[in-house]
Structures are given as C-alpha cells and as structure tokens.
C-alpha cells in the first residue's frame, strides 16, 4: 500500500524554537506538498516541491521554509515557531493531480 | 475569483438515511473535481474525482458525484450511510493545466445518528 509518513502524529515545541516536519513517500512521487489545516479553513497551501532541490511557495508561505534533498524526503521547517502556526500540519505527494496525504501532525506552539 | 465553497459546515443524518454534500466553485479555466474525506485524527483520503466524460462518477465507499457544469457544482451523494461514514469532507478544483494548483472547500462535518 502506498504511503506517506508524517514522523510525528502530535509535537509541542516553545514559541520561538525551530521545528521540523519530516514527511516520506514511498511511491516515488515527483510532488510533494505542505499544507496548514485549521477549523473552517480548510487546507491551505505552504509550500510544494516539484523536484528534488526545486521548491515553490504556496498561498500562506511566511514564517515556514522547507527542504527537499533526496525525492522521498520533503522537511517543512518554522524558523521560530509562533503561537499563531499552532495548527494541524498535512504533508502530500503527487505523481499528477491526485494527492496521496499523511495522517498529519498536530503542532501546538506554547 | 477562484473559490470553492460548501455551504454546510455540518450535516446530521440517520444511519441508512440518504447524504448530498453540496460543493460549488467559481473557476474560469475547465476544472478537475476531487472530493476528499477526512476521518478523525486522520489525513484525507481520496474518494473520487472528475476530469473528463461521463459527468457521473463513481468513488470508493459506495460515494458518487455529478459534475453540473450549468449549476458550478459537484455534489457528492450516497444513498444509505453507515455510521463509519462520520468524518469532514473536502471538495477541491484544480486546473486542467497544473499539477500543483488546488483550491480547497472549508469542509463539511458528516455526522451520523444512530
């Protein structure tokens, strides 16, 4: 069965650490994507990478960077984690337009 | 402006009741239709999805929607739900020229009464 892995399921970090979001697939999918999941806003979009090293911003990209160095690999990484990116993060990959999701990981930044 | 909207934030339904989840987006190019669902504490899980054809499309679950491309939607619709059937539901649009594009709907909660 084809998958993508979120490392954590829940994380808590303090405001202004620096956090890692480790995402993997397995189906050798050239996309990946970084979405923010909140209450009555649905998904909105971070980040994504169309290759390995290539990455491009998304609707909401402030305060987030990523990394993609090898293609199962896409990291997102919050400089200096804020109260305000408390959220629900989910990761994705695509071989066309179709997004195969993580089960998500819950950040909570006190 | 490109948009997706579905007008319920939650719906309440019997068990063995019929379900339409409405969704309609404001998109100028040909769309592509997803409807994506969203089990607690879970990703979203691809239920089915339009690009081309007959205008009718079957998903997994027992899910099916009609694109109405006079009315701008895509409804999504199963006659009888079951209890695991309680979850959020996303529809989303994407460009028939990009992989990477997807507008998101705000979801609508599906809940089950026994």
């Known amino acids: 069965d084809v998958k993508v892995t979120q490392s954590s399921r829940y994380l808590v970090k303090r405001t202004g650490e620096k956090v890692f979001l480790e995402c993997v697939q397995d189906?050798?999918?050239?996309?990946m994507f970084w979405y923010r999941q909140d209450p009555g806003l649905g998904l909105r979009l971070i980040y994504f990478?169309?290759?390995?090293?290539?990455?491009e911003k998304g609707d909401i990209p402030e305060g987030y960077s990523v990394s993609r160095e090898k293609k199962e690999r896409f990291s997102l990484i919050l400089e200096s984690a804020s109260t305000n990116q408390t959220s629900m993060y989910l990761c994705a990959s695509s071989l066309t337009r179709d997004r195969v999701f993580g089960s998500g990981t819950r950040l909570t930044v006190v | 402006a490109q948009s997706v909207t579905q007008p319920d934030i939650h719906i309440t339904v019997s068990e063995g009741a019929s379900l339409e989840l409405r969704c309609n987006y404001s998109y100028g190019a040909t769309p592509y239709l997803f409807w994506y669902v969203q089990s607690p504490g879970q990703g979203l899980q691809l239920l089915l999805k339009y690009f081309s054809g007959d205008t009718l499309v079957q998903g997994i679950k027992g899910f099916e929607a009609e694109f109405k491309r006079s009315q701008s939607s895509f409804n999504l619709r199963k006659p009888s739900v079951h209890w695991s059937d309680a979850a959020e539901y996303f529809c989303a649009v994407g460009a028939i020229d990009s992989n990477y594009q997807l507008i998101w709907g705000a979801g609508t909660k599906l809940i089950i009464k026994p």
């Open positions: 189906m050798d999918h050239e996309n």
């Open positions: 990478s169309y290759d390995v090293k290539m990455k």
